[in-house]
């Protein structure tokens, strides 16, 4: 994760970079968001389903 540079203005684009950096935000505002409400038991989840293959 790359906090000083979001949204690429100071580096070049490469989309997988890009892709892993937005699942990583995902994850880190789950584990946020849980740490913050967890006393009136509210829970916060992440998920990544992968792949799905065409049947």
Do not use: H
Not at 22 to 29: E, H, I, N, P
């Amino acid at each position: 994760m790359v906090f000083d540079d979001l949204d690429y203005r100071f580096r070049p684009y490469d989309p997988w970079t890009s892709y892993e950096q937005s699942k990583t935000a995902t994850v880190l505002f789950a584990v946020g968001a849980a740490q913050r409400w967890a006393v009136p038991g509210i829970t916060a989840d992440a998920l990544m389903p992968g792949n799905i293959a065409d049947t």
